[in-house]
């Protein structure tokens, strides 16, 4: 048995390894980087150790900026993409012919480049001299006036993101809650048909229970990734994240570490521990939540 055990803890050891290497070592240095003041990279000094650091990030008007842009992208994106997806892929199991195509078709956007994808929908709302956008030319249609989405107004500005971080993620979500409603017992749905059960009193009473692990994990990983939004952000607004007002704290961190007003991985660093201790909450208010609402 002792031999067994010691086997299988050699199995994990490679594993255990890789993730105190590349995960545990990281973690702990950035938290002791954090409160490290004034520390310095190429001479690897510093000159206190405090919160300082923190009190400077916390109260900095680029950061303050983009903590708001995170939280109202997450607060928008992670419901309405989970929500958006879960129809989306009922629907698709519901259609019997070219459902393979439509699920190709609505997975393509998951396999493109994100930058490419930031351009031909910086190509759709964008106002320039010469057009005002396919978007602006539907708008029209209706009797509204041009906006300039990509240079304009805050609210149109994070409207754009929001719907952009929406696509993207889309795919994704698609293809997960396909593979969990394919695995739901079919019986269920008959004795629901037999009885004269509604779609709807279906939908909420059977499948939302039965692949409710699913949707937490989505929800889990959907908050996760929007926490950790940059690329979507410099993928229709450009490097400049702090001109356009639509930088994101991941962007915030780069800045601090190699943008323009960067070298400061001191601030940086508390900026990271500041998203961790975020992303965690939030996670173990997920955990607690899905103690009573999933069902495995």
């Not at 048909?193 to 499948?207: C, E, L, P, Q």
């Amino acid at each position: 048995m002792e031999k067994n055990n010691l086997k299988g803890w050699l199995y994990l050891l490679p594993a255990f390894i890789f993730l105190g290497v590349f995960l545990v070592y990281p973690l702990i240095d950035v938290i002791i980087y954090s409160f490290e003041e004034g520390f310095n990279f190429a001479s690897q000094t510093y000159f206190g150790i405090g919160l300082y650091n923190y009190e400077y990030v916390l109260s900095d008007p680029y950061f303050l900026a983009a903590l708001k842009n995170t939280f109202i992208l997450v607060i928008i994106t992670v419901p309405v993409s989970t929500a958006l997806a879960l129809l989306l892929s009922v629907g698709l199991m519901s259609v019997k012919k070219l459902r393979k195509l439509f699920q190709t078709v609505y997975f393509l956007p998951y396999v493109t480049n994100t930058l490419a994808v930031g351009m031909v929908f910086m190509i759709l709302f964008a106002k320039t001299e010469f057009t005002d956008g396919l978007v602006n030319v539907v708008l029209s249609l209706f009797g509204m006036e041009p906006i300039d989405f990509i240079n304009g107004p805050y609210a149109a500005k994070m409207l754009v993101l929001c719907v952009y971080t929406v696509w993207i993620v889309l795919p994704f979500k698609i293809l997960v809650f396909t593979s969990a409603l394919a695995s739901v017992d079919k019986t269920y749905y008959d004795a629901a048909r037999v009885d004269g059960t509604s779609s709807a009193r279906t939908f909420w009473r059977i499948t939302v229970p039965m692949i409710s692990p699913i949707i937490f994990y989505v929800v889990i990983t959907g908050f996760i990734g929007a926490f950790k939004a940059y690329s979507d952000a410099v993928a229709i607004f450009g490097t400049d994240l702090n001109v356009a007002e639509m930088n994101t704290i991941v962007g915030y961190i780069y800045d601090m570490l190699y943008g323009d007003s960067g070298g400061y991985p001191s601030f940086a660093a508390a900026a990271a521990v500041i998203l961790f201790v975020i992303v965690l909450t939030i996670t173990c208010i997920n955990l607690y939540v899905s103690k009573k609402n999933v069902h495995y």
